[in-house]
């Protein structure tokens, strides 16, 4: 049954399992107006920056030029009027129904919870967690929108950054090792909207050892020939379908 893509089949299947985990990146995000990185229209390829986009989202970037970080960060990486899709729709719905045992997404906008998910674990982190980096003080977005030029900590000053992971940081561990936990228990896996390229979130399908890996992706990836059902349509009219 490798690489079926009968959505028929998949739904008897999601029908009598209830120990599904979903593994998620950009392109879930996508049909939400909100742009993926590496794709033609993606954030990588826009050229109207002296530094190039992953650089300017690096560590080293934010804090050797932390005001035009703040200003590209801004513009590129918040869509506050996006709203959730048919994608993560269906994914709330799925948990509601007790199958679905956790989302893991590599994305940071918020709109799996939006949707109505529960447990969500955030690889890199969410644009609508803020902190200052000297107290540690929490901050809402809309605190970093309305700021002019380096948003300040009221308390003591001290910059507030977004929780966010950048090139360059490491993953929180414990939000890491719980999702390991997930998927090694899991006995179906749906990956959707990621190439599987970028490590360490790639590296979580290796933990997999359950009965149906799904991939719901519009390019191939390296895990194609590990799965039993493969789907090259847009991801939020493949799970519409089938939950």
Not at 33 to 38: A, E, G
Not at 70 to 97: G, Q, R, S, V
Not at 190 to 197: A, H, K, R, W
Request: proline share 3%.
């Amino acid at each position: 049954m490798n690489g079926d893509n009968s959505i028929e089949k998949l739904r008897k299947h999601i029908e009598k399992c209830s120990n599904i985990v979903f593994l998620g990146g950009a392109g879930v995000s996508t049909e939400s107006n909100i742009p993926d990185f590496r794709s033609a229209d993606g954030l990588y390829k826009k050229g109207d920056y002296k530094y190039p986009p992953e650089y300017m989202l690096s560590h080293t970037f934010f804090v050797n030029h932390t005001e035009e970080f703040f200003d590209f960060y801004k513009h590129n990486m918040i869509y506050k009027d996006a709203k959730p899709n048919k994608a993560h729709i269906a994914l709330a719905k799925l948990e509601k129904m007790g199958k679905l045992k956790a989302v893991i997404t590599q994305n940071i906008d918020g709109l799996h919870q939006m949707a109505g998910s529960k447990n969500v674990l955030e690889l890199h982190g969410s644009i609508h967690r803020n902190y200052c980096v000297n107290c540690n003080e929490n901050y809402s977005l809309d605190f970093i929108l309305e700021s002019q030029g380096v948003p300040r900590c009221e308390k003591c000053g001290g910059i507030v950054r977004p929780d966010v992971v950048l090139y360059e940081e490491m993953l929180d561990t414990s939000i890491l090792e719980r999702s390991i936990q997930y998927i090694s228990n899991a006995k179906m896996l749906i990956v959707g909207g990621t190439s599987l390229n970028v490590y360490p979130a790639a590296g979580l399908i290796s933990y997999f050892k359950g009965e149906l890996l799904v991939l719901i992706n519009k390019d191939e990836t390296p895990y194609d020939n590990r799965a039993d059902f493969i789907f090259r349509e847009k991801i939020g009219e493949v799970l519409s379908k089938l939950i």
